[in-house]
């Protein structure tokens, strides 16, 4: 249960617009909150998740814990040190597809597993210093190792720019997964695409009540469980979390540490690989 809602911003407007918050302050000072959401700009967040775990906050932190490797164990250690919940904001683990599609693999509906593609071409425009792939192609990397049982990739491969690019992500039994993911596009797509030996199976991002299974060329439509947003999930599911924490009960994030660290690490390591630009 939410008692009360504060929106911490030290814009002026943005504060003006929490039209669902029951306060706003434009500082941390005094706020007395159990969980506090974490959406700045991605240079801040290991530092103030760090801060907001050492003065007592459980915290949510939007995608990427930090942005390399060693900043987001940090603050994993920070939690582990002050006894507080982290979680991280991979919310598309929280799609009623994919859970109905995890339910499929696992009774072989689909068969062996070939081939994943990722396609999310968003018409939205370029925001400034900020790489496509670690605002979009995270959520992309996260979700096929899920959907790869959690497993590492062998090896990434990336061609592009900072507001257009392609991953090529490499798993063992010669799997690969195609990312596609950009600014400024003519037309919204936003497509997860499930290759397997038996039937297809795919989903768009934006629709969470139904999804799409192909074989042998022809489609049908599948209704999911539920129809809630992956935000509504993801924030109910980090909410029980706190609260089973303070139970002593011991419910797990998700995605847990180990995946939010290997988030980072492939994210990075898409970005290290794409083509250094020259002058002409």
Not at 37 to 50: D, F, G, L, V
Not at 127 to 140: D, M, Q, S
Not at 141 to 152: A, P, R, T
């Amino acid at each position: 249960m939410v008692s009360k809602i504060t929106v911490v911003d030290i814009s002026h407007k943005a504060r003006q617009e929490a039209e669902l918050a029951d306060a706003v302050s434009d500082t941390m000072s005094g706020v007395d909150a159990d969980l506090v959401i974490i959406a700045t700009p991605s240079q801040y967040h290991a530092e103030q998740a760090k801060s907001l775990i050492a003065a007592g906050h459980h915290v949510l932190v939007e995608k990427p814990l930090g942005c390399c490797e060693s900043d987001a164990a940090q603050v994993l250690a920070s939690a582990r040190e002050f006894g507080r919940i982290v979680a991280v904001g991979l919310l598309l683990r929280f799609h009623p597809a994919v859970e109905l599609a995890n339910r499929m693999l696992s009774k072989g509906s689909l068969g062996r597993l070939e081939g994943i593609r990722f396609i999310r071409r968003s018409t939205r425009e370029a925001p400034e210093r900020e790489n496509v792939i670690e605002a979009l192609g995270i959520h992309a990397i996260d979700l096929i190792c899920h959907f790869m049982g959690e497993s590492e990739p062998n090896a990434v491969n990336s061609e592009g720019d900072e507001t257009e690019s392609r991953i090529a992500l490499e798993f063992p039994h010669g799997i690969e997964a195609i990312i596609d993911v950009s600014w400024n596009a003519s037309v919204e797509r936003r497509t997860v695409t499930l290759l397997g030996s038996k039937a297809n199976f795919r989903f768009d991002l934006g629709i969470h009540n139904s999804a799409i299974l192909e074989i042998n060329g022809e489609e049908e439509i599948l209704d999911c469980d539920s129809s809630n947003t992956p935000l509504e999930a993801e924030i109910r599911h980090i909410i029980n979390v706190v609260n089973s924490h303070n139970e002593g009960t011991g419910l797990q994030t998700v995605p847990d540490s180990g995946a939010a660290l290997r988030g980072v690490r492939w994210t990075q390591r898409a970005m290290d690989a794409l083509p250094i630009p020259r002058p002409h």
